[in-house]
T-cell receptor
Framework: AQKVTQAQTEISVVEKEDVTLDCVYE???????LFWYKQPPSGELVFLIR??????QNEISGRYSWNFQKSTSSFNFTITASQVVDSAVYFC????????????FGKGTRLHILP | DVKVTQSSRYLVKRTGEKVFLECVQD?????MFWYRQDPGLGLRLIYF???????EKGDIPEGYSVSREKKERFSLILESASTNQTSMYLC???????????????FGQGTRLTVV
């Protein structure tokens, strides 16, 4: 069965610090997709990244980077030089490539960036 | 821009009422989803649909039903609302090109439902 675990419920860091959000997943499929979403205080979820299971290259997008490691079933998200605008709830999600197209989310990590 | 629109931002209903939450997407997406979001529990999948008139139960379907008569519209129905269904409801859609797996899901702004 699919499962996504975000062990960190809430994190607070001071602005300009780096912060890593952890995501561990479970799946029996060999082909699957991983996602990160941001939910700012306004409430609407914003897509950040999609990764397929065959692509283990790390990705960097500005201050954001993602570390995908199949050996540990982890897909961690790092924000470098954090800013107050990064304060939000971040969700990791998993989707398997089969007829069952559902996307399963973790419980989210609430990130507070303190000025 | 992809747009997923939920009919109401806030709703207050009485226990026992039948409640309809409507969701419309304008990108011709195959897949549509209904989630509820509760503090400490994250997003939990209620129902999803990968085609017109098709529906699949998610993880917490009890007390809910859905309808997908047209590709762009996915309705969530609370047959007899109860106080434990007070929550934020999020609709999402995604495409699924043959053999390519789910693309990212696009979310609506959410409907905060209060059942009194």
């Amino acid at each position: 069965a699919q499962k996504v675990t975000q062990a960190q419920t809430e994190i607070s860091v001071v602005e300009k610090e780096d912060v890593t959000l952890d995501c561990v997943y479970e799946t029996r499929d060999t082909t699957y997709y991983l996602f990160w979403y941001k939910q700012p205080p306004s409430g609407e979820l914003v897509f950040l990244i999609r990764r397929n299971s065959f692509d283990e290259q790390n990705e960097i997008s500005g201050r954001y980077s993602w570390n995908f490691q199949k050996s540990t079933s982890s897909f961690n998200f790092t924000i470098t030089a954090s800013q107050v605008v990064d304060s939000a709830v971040y969700f990791c999600a998993l989707s398997e490539l089969n007829r069952d197209d559902k996307i399963i989310f973790g419980k989210g990590t609430r990130l507070h960036i303190l000025p | 821009d992809v747009k997923v629109t939920q009919s109401s931002r806030y709703l207050v209903k009485r226990t026992g009422e039948k409640v309809f939450l409507e969701c419309v997407q304008d990108m011709d997406h195959e897949n549509m989803f209904w989630y509820r979001q509760d503090p400490g529990l994250g997003l939990r999948l209620i129902y999803f649909s990968y085609d017109v008139k098709m529906k699949e139960k998610g993880d917490i379907p009890e007390g809910y039903s859905v309808s997908r008569e047209k590709k762009e519209r996915f309705s969530l129905i609370l047959e007899s609302a109860s106080t434990n269904q007070t929550s934020m409801y999020l609709c999402a859609s995604s495409s699924n090109p043959q053999g390519a797996g789910n693309t990212e899901a696009f979310f609506g702004q959410g409907t905060r439902l209060t059942v009194v």
